[in-house]
């Protein structure tokens, strides 16, 4: 079986074909939810999962006569183009097939993608997530939650969007030397609203990443272990007026704040009525902020951070979801 990648582009419809035969046609969809991690002090442990989704519906197709093609749509517009090899999904159904030893059947993938890319909102989590939930479904082989967050973490090499993709709510995520993830789900209180605030500039998590320093000195770690704690212990609690300091962080915003024109500007949004927390999203570029009220003019009040530095920026009032990954079988 020849490999099959297209490139994930926001709304976009994508079919995947192969010539392979197969007895059977079967079909299942799977919906996985977009994710904000970090949120300040919880650097690599921290996912949230938010309802804005990626949804792909898979079919198999024995009755395919042509070799990998891809067909990509949006809106009104549908393009058809050979195939790439940068599909995110496809590459983590084969990763998991190969890890199971499976065999693929060939199938047609329809992807609504709602999920900014490059925005810190765990866009690539979100794919392989759903990649290795139709590896699972469309070979009828069980897959386990925690098999599959291990499959995951490998690709993605951090653990907190996948984590949350998979389970949902607030998941806090440890990797032990082994590889294995080790995970917490706590649910969301749903008085804590989460705004998304998106600039039109993509980041890769890759270049946020080169931006971070290779050590890190023992009264910023330390500053970053507290907050870290009283973070869960404020969600806890309900003492949400302790996540403003709690979201402070030393170890990584301070190094990406300059990699996006306002970003920075953005970050030093001054707290005021209804504003709890804020952070930046992920790798950024996008800046999550919780808020309890006043959600309009906190959005706007952080979007003109990079309006003023002529980046447009998309403000989003999300809720959380709390069920992760929902797959359906046809």
């Given amino acids: 079986m020849r490999r099959l990648t297209g490139r994930l582009e926001g709304e ?5 074909e192969d010539s392979v035969r197969v007895k059977g046609e079967r079909a299942c969809e ?3 939810p977009a994710s904000t991690s970090n949120l300040g002090a919880g650097f690599d442990c921290f996912g949230l999962a938010l309802k804005l989704y990626l949804t792909v519906r898979a079919r198999v197709v024995p009755e395919a006569r042509h070799a990998w ?6 809106g009104e517009q549908a393009t058809e183009k050979p195939a790439t090899d940068d599909d995110l999904i496809f590459r983590a159904m084969r990763y998991a097939a190969e890890r199971e030893g ?3 059947p060939p199938v047609r993938l329809a992807v609504h993608n709602a999920v900014p890319i490059g925005r810190g909102l765990g866009s690539s989590g979100a794919a392989i997530v759903a990649g290795i939930s139709l590896c699972s ?5 069980e897959i386990s939650t925690e098999t599959a967050l291990r499959y995951a973490f490998e690709m993605e090499g951090h653990a907190d969007n996948v984590a949350a993709a998979l389970y ?6 440890c990797v032990k030397a ?15 609203k989460v705004i998304v605030v998106s600039p039109d500039v993509p980041l890769k998590t890759v270049k946020a990443r080169s931006a971070l320093p290779l050590t ?3 009264d910023d770690a330390v500053h970053n272990l507290q907050r870290a704690a009283l973070f869960g212990a404020a969600i806890e609690e309900g003492a949400y007026e302790l996540l403003w300091e709690a979201m402070r962080d030393r170890l990584h915003q301070v190094h990406r704040q300059s990699l996006v024109k306002g970003l920075a500007d953005a970050l030093a949004t001054t707290q005021r009525p209804g504003l709890i927390g804020l952070a930046l999203s992920g790798s950024g570029p996008s800046i999550v902020a919780l808020a309890s009220d006043n959600f309009d003019e906190i959005g706007e009040a952080i979007a003109a951070s990079f309006r003023r530095q002529e980046v447009e920026a998309t403000v989003r009032l999300l809720e959380v979801d709390n069920e992760g990954i929902k797959t359906e079988r046809y």
């Fill in 178 to 192: 082994d590889g294995h993830v080790l995970t917490i789900k706590k649910r969301w209180p749903p008085s804590v």
């Fill in 102 to 104: 499976l065999s693929l």
């Fill in 137 to 141: 479904a469309l070979c009828e082989t």
């Fill in 30 to 32: 799977v919906r996985v």
């Fill in 12 to 16: 976009a419809i994508i079919a995947i």
């Fill in 69 to 74: 093609r891809i067909r990509s749509s949006a």
């Fill in 168 to 173: 949902g709510g607030l998941v806090i995520s």
């Fill in 216 to 218: 890190v000195s023992r």
